[in-house]
């Protein structure tokens, strides 16, 4: 087979996971919109509207894996993320390659209590899990059929470099802490609520995207089996910026509903708080025993965010 790699989206994840691809020696292409993406030079990046299937088939040719890391804007999840789908899924068909997924865990719904595996059943109650429960049925359904390969990797809320202003441990905790100043979180703070590294999870996608053992099961990606209240892990953040005292405030619901007024993306928020309302805690054991995919100890992990912030200053 042959050994060329094609990710699909060149955001915080895509890269990683192009730098993780990389050093096991992989030929990567990478594809976005404009084929320009923060990569060394003679990497290729193709420039294509992967809404358009042709397009994308065109793109994946050649492929061994093709990996799906696209994530539209939230107030557009609806108009384009099934068909932006449907489209790698054409072009991991036409190449003949195995197709691995990027998702979040938004179909499960409330926790209610429990730990989240991946046998609990899609009971989301929000109009975005119940989107992401649809579209991951439909590649289970391709896989089943004999259509393409397909391995599934899920990650909780995400943190890590280039997380930015999107990652709940972003640009709202990393910079303030530097600087001395207030981070801000979304949700109650006290509540545990598994964050997974940007880092862990392109480790687990590439894993996913190798292991014989991976293809047509869902998998989810290497998380601390630790998992601390927000406000633990923003401790930990101010400690290694050598900021002792932890300034921290919760952004309060009425603040978000008002900013959503104007603010589409934020009003998209709304339907997703219940995810920092009570213990959310994220099982990745499954990934690790089976496929020996382990996840970055979490203050290793935050130093290594933290870094990526004292180097833009």
Not at 91 to 102: H, K
Not at 104 to 128: F, I, Q, S, W
């Amino acid at each position: 087979m042959s050994e060329l790699h094609v990710i699909f989206g060149t955001g915080a994840i895509g890269l990683s996971l192009f730098e993780v691809l990389q050093r096991r020696g992989r030929a990567v292409r990478l594809v976005n919109r404009s084929g320009v993406a923060a990569v060394p030079a003679g990497v290729e990046v193709i420039a294509g509207d992967v809404t358009d299937p042709a397009v994308a088939v065109a793109a994946a040719a050649g492929a061994a894996v093709v990996y799906q890391v696209l994530n539209p804007p939230y107030p557009e999840w609806s108009g384009l993320f099934p068909g932006l789908q449907a489209s790698v899924l054409a072009a991991a068909e036409a190449a003949g390659a195995r197709l691995v997924s990027m998702e979040n865990v938004y179909m499960y719904g409330r926790p209610d209590g429990r730990p989240l595996t991946e046998d609990h059943r899609n009971a989301a109650h929000t109009k975005k899990g119940q989107l992401r429960g649809r579209m991951a049925d439909e590649l289970l359904a391709a896989h089943r059929a004999g259509r393409v390969e397909v391995a599934i990797g899920r990650a909780s809320d995400y943190f890590g470099p280039r997380g930015g202003a999107q990652s709940n441990l972003g640009d709202r905790v990393f910079g303030p802490a530097l600087a001395g100043k207030t981070a801000s979180v979304l949700g109650d703070p006290d509540q545990p609520h598994t964050y997974t590294f940007i880092p862990d999870i392109a480790e687990g996608l590439a894993v996913l995207g190798e292991h014989p053992d991976a293809a047509g099961e869902i998998w989810h990606l290497p998380n601390d089996p630790d998992t601390r209240t927000t406000r633990e892990l923003v401790e930990i953040v101010y400690g290694l910026a050598g900021r002792p005292a932890t300034k921290l405030r919760s952004l309060p619901a009425p603040l978000l509903s008002l900013i959503g007024l104007v603010n589409p993306a934020v009003r998209e928020l709304a339907e997703m708080r219940y995810l920092f309302a009570e213990p959310f805690v994220v099982d990745s054991s499954k990934i690790a025993e089976r496929l020996g995919a382990t996840a970055t100890p979490v203050r290793q992990a935050l130093d290594r965010t933290l870094a990526t912030y004292r180097g833009r200053q």
